[in-house]
């Protein structure tokens, strides 16, 4: 498809200059079929990680401003040059239009899917659902940028809303879909596949979408700090 030789360039590139690490839990890896995976965020370093990491193709879910010519630069300064890379202003907005004017390019080029908000994001789960019709993964960090972080694993609560996928992707296919844990720890530089967890049509929707973004959530936690223990203790732990 559009945008392949893009994405695995930028895979390769990834992994060759910035990431470097290790996959564990490829065991775990969907054989066949589409798939939605959920990662933590782990700042800046959590896309670049997985990209570089799983060796399938994935369309990240990436927020609408990203994605805008005349917005991008804004948000980047905002939510990236100024609070990980700590410019100050007046040299922070400078270096976002810089990175801006590469970033909107790249990933509009691998076929970001636009994450909207409001009645809006309707637009959002008709490019996910299409794309999940065509055999093609998803990749989503849901946590929430307005709730605070849980210092131990470096993680915020998540959001709900990627989960209702299961529900609109079984209405229009009568499939299951599941969805992949996947817990990035850059002290340890590894990405962890954990065990899906599959959309249930028997449950009450709405109930089903709390229990899935839980479940997830609960798990890429406990991954995350497995990962930190492990590289404390220095030893594996049992499974």
Known sequence: MKGDALYWLMSHMFDAFIWGGELTGSENLSAD???????????????????????????????????????????LNMDFVEPQLHIPAPLSMPLARLISQASVRLLRGVGSIPVWHGEQVRGTYRISLDRLVEEQNLLIFPEDPNLPMDEQCKMRPFMKGFARLGELYFERTQKILKFYPL???????????????????????????????????????GMVIEMTLQGYA????PH
Not at 205 to 217: G, H, M, T, Y
Not at 234 to 237: A, Q, V
Request: net charge positive; proline share 10%; no cysteine.
């Open 33 to 75: 079929g589409p798939a939605v995976y959920v990662s933590n965020h782990a700042l800046a370093l959590g896309p670049i990680a997985v990209a570089a990491s799983l060796p399938l193709r994935i369309y990240p879910w990436v927020v609408s401003d990203m994605l805008d010519r005349k917005k991008a630069a804004a948000y």
């Open 183 to 221: 817990a990035v720890h850059p002290g340890s530089r590894k990405v962890k596949v954990g065990k899906p967890i599959s959309f249930n049509p028997r449950n009450n929707p709405a109930n089903e979408v709390v229990r899935i973004k839980s479940v997830l959530e609960s798990i890429i936690r």
């Open 234 to 237: 220095g030893i594996p732990l």
